[in-house]
């Protein structure tokens, strides 16, 4: 050790020494300030003592102090979930038990109602007597207690208002301040139990009162003014616990009372549009205070938030039908939207803006809804405030509000697509009909969009196939779209849907092209199932048409445009083969020989719907379709030497016999000389054609 560190740690022991005594000295002291002192003084004598003790060549840091880690809070598990509600909902039977029990003595005459009350009011007081005394020994369970207050409370209210409005045996004034005082013993339970449940029942059953107070015929602004005095008692309980599935369940039976209250009062809408809306803003209010921004489940509370929303604007406009000027009221709640999507942008919560602002968007629509403006205008704004609906929803990611919001907008479009038709072509109801498809093709192109992560419910949509099958709604859709204007302006006496028909084709033709990314998985195998479908309906079977032949004629010659154009891509391995190579190299065989019979078939069908619409001679029909039967089984067995397909060269085998059978057996009774000559040379020279390839491919 050197001299100047042996020098050191004298200084060092010395100053400790020091600080000892000065220690001894302070130790006899209570203020504050010293106690501070001495903190900082024994500091100092432990950094003294650890370079004391170092060496002179050490050069090890010290450890940092351990970070206490945070005790989680252990997760109840299934069965303890179970057991903790097993009390409650044995507590509702037992009640309901009881209650029976009461009717049925009082049925058979052995009590009278006065009894009845008595006994009930009796059992009401028993269970929370017992309650409190289990509570204070310590000899039930929490839930077990729990479930007998609320047994209590349930027994009390409904005892007062069967007393009062069935059975007419306590005056109603008696009835309201028993049923009041219930009210209160069930908000304090609430507020010192701490149950989110037990709140539940309480906010749901205290919401009964209402329909006495109504039959009892007190006014309906004495009745609005009880439901928010106790809608905004329940906040206290619910804010101070946290309980959020209270504050939506509250305010949903809040929102029907003050409704079922207004359509009993025809006279106070206005008043009662006012307490709707109050109750809508002390929700919110609490909803904020609650709202946290970290929470996994914060998606389904803006879900639900969007959702409270979108069902006070319902009930909003059945109130104020009959109001004159019902357009301020709306209009007042857009207000109210927007002070909510403006605190949810000063606290940066872009789920919570959007869904605000969204709903504003939609009141405000509503209340030009509501105007004086034209009908025709209202056709446009229905479907698009539905679909903004949905759009906000896919934004948000928000499970409860997406189905909420699909099922309002399909059942938009549903009856938009039932009123309005396409005539005149240039108008406003034409544009009601078609906007639904831009809407749709927006939608699902925004649900396709990537995502880092999926949560649980887009897990699930996306193993049941919603998204794939929203594709083939946004297809099926535009093809009814063509499908009116096909009944309008094209049908003719057959009614049949060419021009869908076509598009038909088309898409399918199209969705081969498109990888299945960006269409689903789905759509193709639902447009190939319909286009086999009217490829054997349409192209086979010769229609009666009048007037419009040329377009029959015209989706024939598609079809097999479209079946040709399949079987070349697939035989010189395509761009549809590629996209499909995986399927496609087991099914080669089958799938062209079925696209080789289906060829044949229309072809066949083309053939004759030109004789049937005398576009050409019968007799010649007879002979071309015979030349197709010939020159398909000479392809079929060409492509099978050429390719090695042994289904394809059974095929091609045979529909040879077939056309043998035909040539001999129909056609030579049924043609003249001249077409009878001409026939046998076409095809004795397909068949030496033939014959010649097929030797020359065996020699190879």
């Known amino acids: 050790m050197s001299l100047e560190m042996e020098q050191r740690i004298a200084k060092l022991e010395k100053e400790m020494m020091d600080l000892r005594q000065e220690l001894d000295v302070l130790k006899q002291q209570h203020s504050t300030g010293q106690s501070t002192a001495i903190n900082a003084r024994k500091t100092i004598i432990k950094q003294s003592s650890s370079l004391a003790e170092q060496k002179p060549n050490s050069t090890s840091k010290p450890n940092p102090r351990p970070i206490p880690e945070k005790k989680k809070q252990p997760q109840q598990s299934l069965e303890e979930r179970i057991m903790w509600a097993l009390p409650k909902i044995f507590m509702v039977i037992l009640v309901m038990g009881v209650l029976w029990g009461l009717k049925l003595v009082s049925d058979y005459g052995y009590l009278s109602n006065e009894v009845k009350i008595i006994l009930a009011y009796a059992l009401s007081i028993f269970l929370a007597v017992l309650a409190n005394v289990l509570e204070h020994r310590k000899k039930g369970s929490p839930a077990i207690t729990i479930s007998l207050y609320g047994g209590a409370f349930i027994v009390g209210i409904l005892t007062t208002a069967a007393s009062a409005i069935l059975y007419e045996i306590i005056g109603l004034t008696l009835a309201l301040i028993i049923a009041i005082i219930y009210i209160g013993y069930g908000i304090a339970i609430c507020y010192l139990k701490k149950n989110e449940i037990l709140t539940v029942f309480v906010a749901f059953t205290s919401l009964l009162l209402p329909y006495l107070l109504e039959y009892m015929d007190f006014s309906a602004v004495i009745i609005l003014i009880y439901v928010l005095a106790l809608f905004t008692m329940l906040q206290f309980v619910i804010y101070q616990h946290k309980q959020k599935l209270a504050l939506y369940i509250a305010t949903f039976f809040s929102m029907v009372a003050v409704s079922i209250i207004a359509f009993m009062n025809t006279d106070n809408r206005a008043i009662m549009a006012f307490g709707l809306m109050a109750v809508l803003a002390i929700c919110y209010t609490s909803w904020c205070r609650l709202f946290n921004i970290e929470s996994k489940w914060k998606h389904i509370h803006v879900g639900l938030q969007f959702s409270l929303g979108v069902f006070s604007l319902l009930l909003l406009n059945l109130m104020i039908r009959p109001i004159e000027y019902s357009e301020v009221l709306l209009f007042v ?334 056609d030579l009774s049924a043609l003249d000389l001249l077409i009878r000559a001409v026939l046998f040379i076409a095809i004795g020279g397909i068949g030496l054609l033939l014959s010649g390839r097929l030797l020359r491919k065996d020699k190879e």
């Not at 934004?395 to 699909?406: D, N, Y």
């Not at 009601?432 to 831009?438: A, E, G, T, Y």
């Not at 419910?457 to 859709?477: H, P, R, S």
């Not at 377009?551 to 024939?556: A, P």
């Open 333 to 666: 709640l857009v207000i109210l939207f927007a002070t909510l999507a403006g605190y949810g942008y000063r606290q940066k919560w872009q789920e919570a803006f959007d869904s605000a602002i969204t709903l504003a968007f939609i009141t405000l629509c509503n209340t030009l809804l509501v105007m004086n403006i034209p009908e025709k205008v209202e056709d446009l704004l229905l479907p698009f405030i539905a679909f903004t609906g949905v759009i906000m929803s896919l934004r948000l990611r928000a499970s409860l509000m997406k189905v909420i919001s699909s099922v309002i907008f399909a059942i938009t479009i549903i009856i938009n697509f039932m009123i309005h038709e396409p005539v005149p072509f240039f108008s406003i109801n034409h544009a009601s009909l078609f906007m639904p498809v831009i809407y749709l093709l927006l939608i699902y192109l925004y649900a396709m969009r990537p995502k880092e992560s999926l949560s649980v419910f887009e897990k699930l949509m996306k193993d049941l196939y919603v998204v794939d099958f929203l594709a083939v709604i946004t297809t099926g859709y535009f093809l009814a779209y063509i499908s009116k204007l096909d009944a309008v302006y094209f049908a003719g006496v057959s009614n049949s849907q060419h021009m869908m028909s076509i598009m038909l084709a088309v898409l399918f033709a199209a969705s081969l092209l498109v990888p299945a990314k960006y269409k689903g998985r789905a759509l193709t195998p639902v447009l190939g199932a319909f286009f086999l479908l009217f490829a054997l309906s349409i192209g086979i079977l010769p229609a009666e048409m009048q007037g419009i032949e040329w377009l029959h004629l015209l989706t024939r010659i598609i079809y097999i445009g479209v079946l040709v154009a399949l079987l070349i891509d697939v035989l010189m391995k395509g761009r549809i083969y590629q996209i499909y190579q995986q399927q496609m190299e087991k099914y080669v065989d089958p799938t062209v020989s079925a696209g080789i019979v289906l060829t044949m078939l229309s072809i066949w069908g083309f053939v004759h719907q030109l004789a049937y619409n005398n576009l050409l001679d019968w007799k010649l029909s007879i002979a071309l379709s015979t030349i197709t039967l010939f020159v398909t089984a000479s392809i079929a067995l060409w492509l099978s030497t050429v390719r090695n397909l042994r289904t394809l060269r059974l095929t091609g085998f045979t529909i040879l016999v077939i056309a043998f059978i035909k040539l001999i057996f129909f």
